[in-house]
């Protein structure tokens, strides 16, 4: 079955430090999004993109996240530095969007579960 | 402002009692509407959409939602809860966003608990 694979799993890490989340979306897949989910906030929208182009980061806080997809099999989601408020699940979806396929329908991954002490 | 409404927050069932959580819309054009599932633990997995045609869908697992155009609706139903179906569900809007990009808006999700 193809699904979208997120590295890491669980995450671990100390306020300051880097923390760099990696997504392969579904292959054909022309859009990725990534979105995190707390107790407090539900489910949030940080980032999306089409055939690799960021469309919209509007939900991101632009000092700490970055996003970006290098190739079409990778979309990483950067956080520098790492607060204590960014523990999250971090999960990442795809699907394939526009034209006369604009299904909506997104895939998740598994997500990322982020703990920053 | 855009959004997507869920009413129930918690909602506590026993076995075989029907189940109707609510999710309304303010989207004023045409829209794809979804209803995800996550178990406890897992991720975010698709339960039924809607985007024409016949607006009674069926889902998985017996579960359908009707869209009420009229009231910017799409709530989900099921006739009978199983214990399995403990899980939170998510309602959720492809729409244009007011970036003018569409995007899937979700929610804030309405947490079931089946009692056996």
């Known amino acids: 079955d193809a699904r979208v694979t997120q590295t890491p799993r669980d995450k671990v890490t100390e306020m300051g430090q880097e923390v760099t989340m990696r997504c392969q979306p579904i292959?054909?897949?022309?859009?990725v999004f990534w979105y995190r989910q707390t107790m407090m906030q539900g489910l949030e929208l940080l980032a999306y993109?089409?055939?690799?182009?960021?469309?919209?980061d509007s939900g991101m806080p632009k000092d700490r996240f970055s996003a970006e997809m290098p190739d079409a099999t990778l979309a990483t989601l950067k956080i520098q530095p790492s607060e204590p408020r960014d523990s999250a699940v971090y999960f990442c979806?795809?699907?394939?969007?526009?034209?006369?396929?604009?299904?909506?329908?997104?895939?998740f991954g598994e997500g990322s579960r982020l703990t920053v002490l | 402002a855009q959004s997507v409404s869920q009413h129930n927050h918690h909602v506590i069932l026993s076995e075989a009692a029907s189940l109707e959580l609510g999710c309304n819309y303010s989207?004023?054009?045409?829209?794809?509407l979804f209803w995800y599932v996550q178990y406890p633990g897992q991720h975010l997995q698709l339960l039924l959409k809607y985007f024409s045609g016949d607006p009674l869908v069926k889902g998985i697992k017996g579960f359908e939602a009707e869209f009420i155009k009229s009231k910017f609706s799409f709530n989900l139903r099921k006739p009978s809860v199983q214990w399995s179906d403990t899980a939170e569900y998510f309602c959720?809007?492809?729409?244009?966003?007011?970036?003018?990009?569409?995007?899937?808006?979700f929610g804030s999700g309405t947490r079931l608990q089946v009692q056996p």
């Open positions: 979806a795809s699907g394939f969007w526009g034209g006369h396929r604009n299904t909506g329908e997104l895939f």
């Open positions: 292959l054909g897949h022309n859009t």
């Open positions: 959720a809007v492809n729409a244009e966003k007011d970036t003018g990009r569409r995007a899937l808006t």
């Open positions: 989207y004023g054009g045409t829209v794809n």
């Open positions: 993109f089409r055939n690799r182009a960021p469309l919209d």
